[in-house]
T-cell receptor, first 110, second 109 residues
Framework: DVKVTQSSRYLVKRTGEKVFLECVQD?????MFWYRQDPGLGLRLIYF???????EKGDIPEGYSVSREKKERFSLILESASTNQTSMYLC?????????FGSGTRLTVV | RKEVEQDPGPFNVPEGATVAFNCTYS??????FFWYRQDCRKEPKLLMS???SGNEDGRFTAQLNRASQYISLLIRDSKLSDSATYLC??????????FGTGTRLQVFP
């Protein structure tokens, strides 16, 4: 089974900090995705990547950037964290049908 | 208008009941369809893909109506363990998936 690992389950950061969320998958998948999930809004796509060093903006990229230096690792970066970025962040890797998600990082910005 | 719309529920049903969820999508070019299950404070997990011919997996049956742009999930003989949020998911010709906001199901004894 595909394993998608997110480095932190819970994070608390201060406003203005630079935040790195790491995601690693072990099945050599090319496609990886970052979503955030908020009550009443569902999952919203932030960024995705089809291959190493490639990235595409999703629906809500503002305030975020990504890095994909190796195929197995896709990092989400909050350049200057703000309180409205408090959310659950989910990384996913594409399988033959649908996605496999990591267990999520619950980020609180204070 | 959201691209994928679901009734948020909650649907409160007794054990053993049959319950059905519906979902509509707006993009007629959508090509792939799924139901995901998400337990409280956990990540979404693929429940089943949905095909035009309809498909069944044990107590779960999924149907797709392309003409009406409508997807359904039927759960028979509900168990307490079926309590979760069910996400309707639609894909286009890219690999991007669009998620509905989910329908919450609560099965009670």
């Amino acid at each position: 089974d595909v394993k998608v690992t997110q480095s932190s389950r819970y994070l608390v950061k201060r406003t203005g900090e630079k935040v790195f969320l790491e995601c690693v998958q072990d099945m050599d998948h090319e496609n990886m995705f970052w979503y955030r999930q908020d009550p009443g809004l569902g999952l919203r796509l932030i960024y995705f990547s089809y291959d190493v060093k490639m990235k595409e903006k999703g629906d809500i990229p503002e305030g975020y950037s990504v890095s994909r230096e190796k195929k197995e690792r896709f990092s989400l970066i909050l350049e200057s964290a703000s309180t409205n970025q408090t959310s659950m962040y989910l990384c996913a890797s594409k399988r033959d049908y649908g996605y496999t998600f990591g267990s999520g990082t619950r980020l609180t910005v204070v | 208008r959201k691209e994928v719309e679901q009734d948020p529920g909650p649907f409160n049903v007794p054990e053993g009941a049959t319950v059905a969820f519906n979902c509509t999508y707006s993009n007629s070019a959508s090509q792939s369809f799924f139901w995901y299950r998400q337990d409280c404070r956990k990540e979404p997990k693929l429940l089943m893909s949905v095909y035009s011919s309809g498909n069944e997996d044990g107590r779960f049956t999924a149907q797709l109506n392309r003409a009406s742009q409508y997807i359904s999930l039927l759960i028979r003989d509900s168990k307490l363990s079926d309590s979760a949020t069910y996400l309707c998911v639609v894909g286009h010709n890219t690999d991007k998936l669009i998620f509905g906001t989910g329908t919450r199901l609560q099965v009670f004894p």
